[in-house]
């Protein structure tokens, strides 16, 4: 007997999955909306895919696409089904890439900020090398939100506030926004107050283009009054931290991660220190039936060792 919490025996489970080939042939379809550019990537016959689609319509009881003139579109039904789809072909290449490595080494994929790896991660790869030699950590630098479902990722860094559906997270560190520029910047355009920044050319990240309009809001200021003719935007914060160096402008940087930024204190200083803004949190994020895997948990017990070493007040346990 099993409760109905238990998982179905593998007999009943595998009575319920359609056949591979119309999984993979639902998964292009989906994916291009086209069947006849999903056979010819698959190696089929467009009547081939068409059967395929038909045959897994009738097993699931439920229209996957719909015609619009010549062109297909999902239903609510098949959007669905391509969501879950994705999901699990997805853990079937995580599972065949975990076979395919030595027995001794793991890989763990993690996704996170340039700033972040920069300041967080890098100093201390030694350490999780020391630490977990069985693991091999492989680290992927981007500001996009990776997609789990379908992306060969094990966990990410995300900040923000959440939630983000079908992931846990665990809250690594809080940030606040902190403008910084170079001490010459500073000499030549003194700022005494906030309100003094919207006189000045302003460098902005093109992946948070509305981070110093909640800085200006949360002081009672508008970017509205701001001219932003001499303003640059740059597409990664580390780069908008050098332009800052070299005099460009004013830089809305975050504190604490920026206080480990090489050049801190020296070719970079805070422009104004306001008494605390709005916060935001990095959060450490994964697929939720990734919780109890042993890589996972050696993941995040390093993150909060490596946050806790760079920022120990700012750290949330």
Same mark, same amino acid.
């Given at each position: 007997m099993?409760?109905n @919490?238990s ?12 056949p ?11 994916? &291009?909306?086209?069947?006849r550019?999903?056979?010819?990537? &698959?190696?089929?016959t ?6 395929? &689609?038909?045959? =897994? ?17 999902l ?7 391509? @969501? ?13 890439d975990?076979?395919?490595t030595d ?13 972040f790896?920069?300041?967080v =991660? ?6 999780f090398?020391?630490? %977990?030699?069985?693991?091999?950590? !492989?680290l992927?630098?981007?500001?996009? +939100? ?10 990410g860094? !995300?900040?923000?506030?959440?939630? %983000?559906?079908?992931?846990? !997270? ?15 910047f ?10 003094? =920044?919207?006189?000045?050319? =302003? ?6 283009p509305s981070? %110093? ?32 160096? @070299?005099?460009v402008?004013?830089?809305l940087? +975050? ?15 805070? $422009?104004i220190d ?13 697929q ?6 042993? #890589?996972? #948990?050696?993941?995040?017990? %390093?993150?909060?060792?490596?946050v806790? $070493?760079?920022?120990?007040?700012? $750290?949330? !346990?």
């Amino acid at each position: 007997m099993h409760d109905n @919490h238990s998982p179905p025996p593998i007999s009943a489970s595998r009575a319920r999955i359609p056949p591979t080939s119309a999984l993979l042939a639902f998964e292009a379809a989906a994916r &291009l909306l086209s069947f006849r550019r999903a056979a010819e990537e &698959l190696g089929f016959t467009a009547s081939a895919i068409s059967h395929q &689609l038909g045959s =897994l319509e009738a097993q699931l009881g439920e229209r996957l696409f719909s015609r619009v003139g010549r062109s297909v579109r999902l239903t609510p039904a098949g959007e669905r089904f391509a @969501h879950q789809v994705r999901r699990g072909l997805a853990a079937i290449n995580r599972g065949l890439d975990d076979l395919a490595t030595d027995g001794q080494t793991r890989q763990i994929r993690l996704s996170a900020s340039a700033l972040f790896s920069q300041t967080v =991660l890098v100093p201390h790869l030694r350490d999780f090398a020391r630490r %977990w030699p069985r693991y091999d950590l !492989r680290l992927e630098v981007t500001a996009r +939100m990776v997609d789990f479902s379908i992306e060969q990722v094990d966990a990410g860094i !995300r900040i923000g506030r959440g939630p %983000w559906p079908g992931l846990t !997270r665990t809250r690594l560190l809080t940030v606040r926004g902190l403008p910084a520029a170079s001490p010459s910047f500073l000499e030549a355009h003194p700022v005494t107050a906030p309100a003094d =920044l919207l006189g000045l050319p =302003l460098i902005h990240n093109a992946f948070f283009p509305s981070a %110093w309009s909640d800085w200006f809001a949360v002081h009672g200021l508008s970017i509205e009054d701001h001219d932003t003719r001499r303003d640059v935007t740059l597409d990664s914060l580390p780069i908008a931290l050098e332009a800052a160096q @070299h005099g460009v402008g004013v830089v809305l940087t +975050m504190d604490p991660l920026v206080r480990s930024h090489p050049g801190f204190g020296t070719t970079l200083i805070a $422009a104004i220190d306001p008494p605390a803004s709005s916060e935001l949190s990095f959060w450490l994020v994964h697929q939720i039936e990734a919780g109890a895997d042993p #890589k996972i #948990k050696a993941l995040t017990h %390093w993150l909060r060792d490596a946050v806790q $070493a760079i920022a120990p007040s700012s $750290a949330t !346990r």
